[in-house]
T-cell receptor, first 115, second 114 residues
Framework: GAVVSQHPSWVICKSGTSVKIECRSL??????MFWYRQFPKQSLMLMAT?????????EQGVEKDKFLINHASLTLSTLTVTSAHPEDSSFYIC???????????FGEGSWLTVV | AQTVTQSQPEMSVQEAETVTLSCTYD???????LFWYKQPPSRQMILVIR??????QNATENRFSVNFQKAAKSFSLKISDSQLGDTAMYFC???????????FGAGTRLTVKP
């Protein structure tokens, strides 16, 4: 079946540094990818929608300059957390929509801890 | 805009018995999808079942079935013959017809007891 891979699965970074999380669709082309954030024991909150070759659409309240999203190809979207702070520590999940648009596939998620 | 409400933060069921998880939603879309996702401790999101709003027939996947009441905007999940491996968080979600803008409920933590 279709697979979406996220890397890294776990990352620890120092406060003030930037960290990049990759989301790849391994066996299909994803015209649209979505980034979610999940705090412990809470639901998934949509952060932004990224379309290949265009700027991401951010949800209200999500800082565009802090959470940089790039979708440079049909198989890769990246989320860069800039100037990370401890409150950015969370579980980040991506999902990808197949070109046909019929199905959404989720990545395994990435744990970010900012110390 | 879409909103999804799950009013049961936690539920438990004895192994082999049946449990129903509740979900209500609100949407301004005329065509949309509804989903139930399972999130085990690994945090991987696993699609349990999907319902297309324009289909009146309730979706079924083996032990999992839904009761889709479109007029009431209700979308409950029934798990029959519960198994220990069903223990997980369950999220109800809705999405626009082209699968954009998927929104999730707060989740229900289901524990299957031996």
């Amino acid at each position: 079946g279709a697979v979406v891979s996220q890397h890294p699965s776990w990352v620890i970074c120092k406060s003030g540094t930037s960290v990049k999380i990759e989301c790849r669709s391994l066996d299909f082309q994803a015209t649209t990818m979505f980034w979610y954030r999940q705090f412990p024991k809470q639901s998934l909150m949509l952060m932004a929608t990224s379309n290949e070759g265009s700027k991401a659409t951010y949800e209200q309240g999500v800082e565009k300059d802090k959470f940089l999203i790039n979708h440079a190809s049909l198989t890769l979207s990246t989320l860069t957390v800039t100037s990370a702070h401890p409150e950015d520590s969370s579980f980040y999940i991506c999902s990808a929509q197949s070109h046909s648009g019929n199905t959404i596939y989720f990545g395994e998620g990435s744990w970010l801890t900012v110390v | 805009a879409q909103t999804v409400t799950q009013s049961q933060p936690e539920m438990s069921v004895q192994e082999a018995e049946t449990v129903t998880l509740s979900c209500t939603y609100d949407t301004s879309e005329s065509n949309y999808y509804l989903f139930w996702y399972k999130q085990p401790p690994s945090r991987q999101m696993i699609l349990v079942i999907r319902q297309e709003a324009y289909k009146q027939q309730n979706a079924t996947e083996n032990r999992f079935s839904v009761n889709f009441q479109k007029a009431a905007k209700s979308f409950s999940l029934k798990i029959s013959d519960s198994q220990l491996g069903d223990t997980a968080m369950y999220f109800c979600a809705s999405a626009t017809y082209n699968n954009n803008d998927m929104r999730f409920g707060a989740g229900t933590r289901l524990t299957v007891k031996p």
